[in-house]
């Protein structure tokens, strides 16, 4: 048997929303619980994040707007069953959608102040059997900081929303230069702001507030002891069965063994280069606003003891631009919603659509880099004219002024013509006539004959112009008042999407497909359960908390009673 310098009953490696779920649900179960983050910070890409969470029929949704059935039929209407996707399967999308509700209830009974994100926040290919043209989406309440025991608010990984705003409000703000609503709630919000900082708060939205909430549970439940700069550099095995792993403390190796299991949730590998260049050749680090501990550990160290590997193309795609200071900036700039709005299309090198523009963010990067198989597209061009320049926001521009330094810098193109654009960017000017020419031929006649961009789907409508009557009209919009604009596009990413195979009760599994004994992964971690597809906002959280928590249950084996 293996010597141990500590002995806990459940072993967590990383510190995202699903290894609070499992801690959470091990103190209940009265075991003891470790969590081991490499990093100086806690709440890994999760806190980074939207920090919005994908549970369908969840408890906030009203009686009869969802069900298991309309879920089950949504998954199965969107996600490939496929060799080439192990990740996925109908029991485990099933597994999901049972379980997640009632990881949500506990969660909320533990203290966690959660809520619907909006009632307007539709599932990415809602027009398919069982799609939610509402929302299923959960976020935090925005979060006080300052609550945090001791120094742990400093430990709290920095946001991508450090302002006490619900991002339906966040969102609402970008209407300012149209919109006395709009303004109303940047007002209140700033209000909020300068109150906070008389008052002594800090508050923070989306993943830090998810994440500080979660932090907020564990410390006044003393439900783990949690080590930051705890890196975990093997998984140690008695025969297939995980009893513990090796960690560092003062810069040593540290033994902890594990009673009942160890839990993997360490992130992706966004980070890594040598990963990237391995097995997604055409993205890069530098376009990622993965964290920087995010370097796949956990999915080398599954390998190296037998288990398998799926899904390692697959990334959660970000549409970026490389705007002015992109380099150093810790939340790369987003482009999702700019080709989304009416005024505005993508065209690949050669002058010619290819998409639908008002798709997820991760279905957009996915487009690109299919494209780019057969032609030039990575980059790609975002194509405006002056009317969405005027109306819309994009990158740190929120009213109709153009920032300084994007002309100086080399990043907009302007062209008085269509044909000046061209030649700036590098398309042919026919090519890019004809695209744009076409495209209004879609506009007046109120249908995109070509992606069905606008036609039947709720989200591109929420993608598009929202102070625009519902319908056609919020996302398609004609290209014909000079000058017109263009920006590339590249797929940045969240992080990375493949991991380790694990089963329905989230057992990380060996070669011949049986799982290991006590060794368990949930997250980006894993190959997703969701195979390569992102069918809501949320759908890395919801999954990660949701196998987490029956991670476990199964360890403790809590079976099927009641948690709540």
């Not at 932090?215 to 975990?232: C, Q, T, W």
């Amino acid at each position: 048997m293996a010597e141990f310098d500590e002995t806990f009953d459940w072993v967590v490696v990383g510190s995202g929303a699903g290894s609070v779920s499992s801690a959470l649900l091990m103190k209940h179960a009265g075991k003891s619980v470790v969590i081991l983050e490499k990093s100086d910070k806690f709440g890994g890409t999760t806190a980074k994040s939207g920090g919005v969470i994908w549970i369908p029929n969840n408890r906030f949704m009203d009686p009869g707007e969802d069900s298991e059935e309309k879920a089950i039929t949504y998954l199965d209407s969107v996600v490939k069953d496929s060799p080439k996707f192990p990740g996925t399967s109908p029991q485990k999308r099933r597994t999901f959608v049972r379980e997640g509700p009632k990881m949500i209830d506990f969660v909320v009974g533990q203290g966690v102040a959660l809520e619907r994100c909006s009632r307007f926040w539709p599932d990415y290919y809602d027009e398919l059997p069982g799609g939610n043209k509402t929302s299923r989406t959960i976020s935090a309440v925005p979060f006080n900081k300052k609550e945090l025991p001791g120094d742990w608010a400093d430990k709290l990984r920095l946001g991508m929303l450090e302002m006490p705003v619900r991002l339906d409000d966040g969102m609402q703000i970008a209407n300012m230069n149209r919109s006395w609503a709009a303004r109303g709630v940047f007002a209140k919000t700033a209000a909020r702001v300068v109150m906070g900082k008389l008052t002594g708060k800090h508050w923070v939205s989306a993943g830090a507030a998810l994440q500080g909430r979660m932090l907020k549970a564990i410390l006044e439940k003393n439900a783990a002891d949690i080590r930051l700069n705890s890196p975990v550099k093997e998984i140690i095995l008695d025969g297939d069965k995980a009893v513990g792993v090796v960690t560092e403390k003062n810069g040593k190796p540290w033994r902890v063994g594990a009673n009942i299991g160890v839990l993997l949730n360490a992130g992706g590998f966004g980070q890594n280069a040598e990963m990237r260049a391995k097995y997604m050749p055409k993205t890069h680090t530098e376009w990622s606003n993965a964290i920087e501990s995010s370097t796949g550990d956990m999915h080398r160290e599954v390998e190296r003891i037998g288990g398998t590997l799926a899904h390692m193309d697959q990334f959660v795609g970000h549409p970026s631009s490389r705007s002015p200071g992109f380099e150093g900036a810790y939340l790369k700039t987003g482009m999702q919603g700019v080709g989304a709005k009416p005024h505005a299309i993508v065209v690949d090198q050669s002058g010619v659509r290819f998409m639908n523009e008002a798709s997820s963010y991760e279905q957009i990067c996915q487009d690109i880099l299919e494209r780019d198989e057969t032609v030039p597209a990575l980059p790609s061009w975002a194509i405006m004219d002056s009317q969405f320049m005027i109306k819309y926001p994009m990158a740190n521009k929120m009213g109709s002024r153009i920032p300084k330094g994007w002309r100086e810098s080399g990043w907009l193109k302007e062209g008085k013509t269509l044909e000046e654009l061209a030649e700036k960017i590098g398309v042919p000017a026919d090519n890019l006539r004809k695209t744009v020419d076409r495209w209004n031929g879609f506009v007046d006649a109120g249908l995109d004959g070509d992606f069905q961009r606008g036609n039947d789907r709720a989200y591109s409508g929420y993608l598009g112009d929202t102070l625009v009557p519902p319908g056609p009209g919020r996302t398609l919009g004609k290209i014909e008042k000079g000058p017109y604009y263009a920006v590339e596009v590249i797929t940045g990413d969240v992080d990375t999407y493949g991991g380790v195979l694990t089963d329905c009760d989230s057992r990380v599994l060996k070669a011949d497909g049986t799982p290991f004994g006590n060794l368990y992964a949930c997250g980006i971690t894993t190959a997703s359960p969701m195979g390569d597809v992102y069918p809501g906002a949320g759908a890395s959280i919801g999954p990660s908390m949701t196998f987490g928590w029956i991670a476990a249950k199964h360890a403790a084996g809590l079976g099927n009673q009641d948690l709540n």
